[in-house]
């Protein structure tokens, strides 16, 4: 709650007040120009109030958005562990910029990762592309291994 | 994002073009020459448009991540004559280079 009480943050309160209660009290002031005859003036008793109501909104999402915002800061610059080569990259070059609520879906080319375990079929293949490479005009069935 | 960016540059561009009119025609109309029905009739769309145009650029700005003050700055412009023009011109170009910049780099899905 502390982050909602810094000089700027009671300034935006005080001009979310100002705003509303001007706002409305223009709207009061056409409801009672319309009262006394003109007409026009309903529809502007109309308008006041919902641009009173359109402060309001936007006044409570900021505080909504930095609430929610002031804590994941922390943890976004920092990418988690074993997201591969590729997603760290991205994750320390994205960390300076300004991060948007909602977020759409990236997709990102994985990259195989050689981890030094040597998958069996894939090394007897290479063996024999080397044999191959080696011996020019062999015939497959000829592979001895 | 190139939706609402286009969303809010034609209503920009009506709540403009209508401020004009009611600028131009329907104040000198009404004060000068005592015929207030252009004020009356243009003066009460004018406020309708401008809660769309409000709703655009709320929206524009929630898509672009902009901060509060610009998002203000922006809604504050639709309301002078004549400087909504320039200010929606403003706005295009910034959202175009800011989302050309975003796409050069991506960001993770994950994090």
Redesign the interface.
Known sequence: MKRLWTPSWIARHVAMVVLVTSFLGLGWWQVSRAAAGNAISWGYAVEWPVFAGFVVFVWWREVKHALRGAPTTGESQAPAPGTGPVATEQATAGADRPRPAVRRPVRVTRVAVDDGGEDADLAAYNRYLSWLNANPGAKPEDYPG | MRAALTRYRVIAWIVGVVLILLVVIGMPLKYGFGNPVVV?TVG?AH??LY?VY?VAA?DLS??A?WP?KR?VLVMLAGTVPFLSFWAERRVSSLVVAEQREREQ???????
Not at chain 2, 105 to 111: H, L, M, N, S
Request: proline share 11%.
């Open positions: 009356e009460q406020g309708f809660m409000l709320f929630r898509r991540n509060l998002m780099a991506p960001e993770p899905v994950a994090g």
